[in-house]
Structures are given as C-alpha cells and as structure tokens.
C-alpha cells in the first residue's frame, strides 16, 4: 500500500524557535496533501489543505503566518510552525491523497509529536 | 456542515466477545465513510472504507461494518474481540472524493482478558 512519511517523528524545541515538519508520499505523487492537529485524547483537526504549486488553504482560526505550509512537489509538503509556544505542542499528522484513480484515497503520516518548552 | 458523531468515548469488552463502536454522520450527498485505529504515539492506520456497493464492508484485522442510510450510521464490529485490539477508533466522513476527512472525536476501546 502507499506510504506516507513525516520526520522528524519527534522534536523538542524552545519557545520563539521555528520547527519545520516534512510530509513525503514515498511510493505515490500526491497532488493534495493536508495537515490535521491531535490534541491529547483528541480527535484530529484539520489545520490545511496543501495543493503542489500553489498556496495552502487554511481552515477558520488556523494562523496561516504561524503555520508555513510549502508543497513543492508532487511528493513532499512542510510545515513549518514559526516562533513555536508551548501551547503550540501538539501531534501533527499529514496525510497524502494519491492522485487519480477511480478514488482518491487518502494515506496517513505517522505523526510529528511536537514539544514547545 | 459535515459532522460525525461518536457516541461513545469508552468501550469496554472481554476479550473473545463481539465489539461494537458506534458512528452516526451528517453530510450533503453522497458520504464516504472511513474507520481508522491509532495506537498510543502513533498515526492513523486504516480499518476500512465505504464508498458504494454493498453496506457491509470487511477491513483489515477481522472489522467490519455496516453502512446503514436510513440511521446515517457506520458502526464498526467485531465477531471476536482480542485484547491487542485495544487502541483508539476514530470514524472520519468525507462528501468529495479527495476532500479533506471530518473526525469524530474517537473512541477507546479496551479489551480485558
């Protein structure tokens, strides 16, 4: 099945640093990737949609200046969270949908767990 | 709005019974319904999906489910409960191929031997 990658798996940052998240579809171009937050003993909350080669689109109260998200190319999206506070600590999870196909499915990262001190 | 309503944050059961961890929706159209589990730390593994055709889907790991219209539901069972099925299940909703999943808020279940 496709696979989906996020690294780091884990960071650990101070306060006012940036931290940049990579999602890779490792076997699969992914036209449109997107960015969900996990909280603890939450459900996933879709921060982004990221389309190759254009702009992100953000959902409503996700701060697109603090949340960078670049899409380069057909298999890789960042995200970027800038000048990181601990109430930006969070699991991050990517997830990539395969392009074409009679259905686009999606495929999950494996989650970036971030730590803002 | 889409919507996916877990009804339940906790299910417990003996391990060798059958399990049932319950999903209602709420979208316009068409849904494309989705369950997945997570274990602690970790992302998102896929159980199962409905897109068309029959209404009783088989997923990995012995799950299924069954996709009733009528009730807007999707719940998730398991003839057979095992204890290393305990983990957190979320249903997700989508309308648009390709669009972005809408996540219930999740369900633990817990597996006792």
């Known amino acids: 099945g496709a696979v989906v990658s996020q690294h780091p798996s884990w960071v650990i940052c101070k306060s006012g640093t940036s931290v940049k998240i990579e999602c890779r579809s490792l076997?699969?171009?992914?036209?449109?990737m997107f960015w969900y937050r996990q909280f603890p003993k939450q459900s996933l909350m879709l921060m982004a949609t990221s389309n190759e080669g254009s702009k992100a689109t953000y959902e409503q109260g996700v701060e697109k200046d603090k949340f960078l998200i670049n899409h380069a190319s057909l298999t890789l999206s960042t995200l970027t969270v800038t000048s990181a506070h601990p109430e930006d600590s969070s699991f991050y999870i990517c997830?990539?949908?395969?392009?074409?196909?009679?259905?686009?499915?999606?495929?999950f990262g494996p989650g970036t767990r971030l730590t803002v001190l | 709005a889409q919507s996916v309503a877990q009804p339940e944050d906790q299910v417990n059961v003996a391990e060798g019974n059958p399990l049932t961890v319950k999903c209602t929706y709420s979208v316009s159209g068409n849904p494309y319904l989705f369950w997945y589990v997570q274990y602690p730390n970790r992302g998102l593994q896929f159980l199962l999906k409905?897109?068309?055709?029959?209404?009783l889907v088989k997923g990995s790991y012995g799950f299924e489910a069954e996709f009733n219209k009528s009730q807007t539901s999707f719940h998730l069972k398991k003839p057979s409960a095992l204890v290393s099925d305990s983990a957190l299940y979320f249903c997700?909703?989508?309308?648009?191929?390709?669009?972005?999943?809408?996540f219930g808020k999740g369900t633990t279940l817990s597996v006792s031997s």
């Open positions: 076997d699969f171009q992914a036209t449109t």
């Open positions: 997700a909703v989508s309308n648009q191929a390709g669009t972005a999943l809408i």
């Open positions: 997830s990539a949908r395969v392009s074409g196909g009679p259905y686009n499915e999606q495929f």
């Open positions: 409905y897109i068309t055709g029959d209404n």
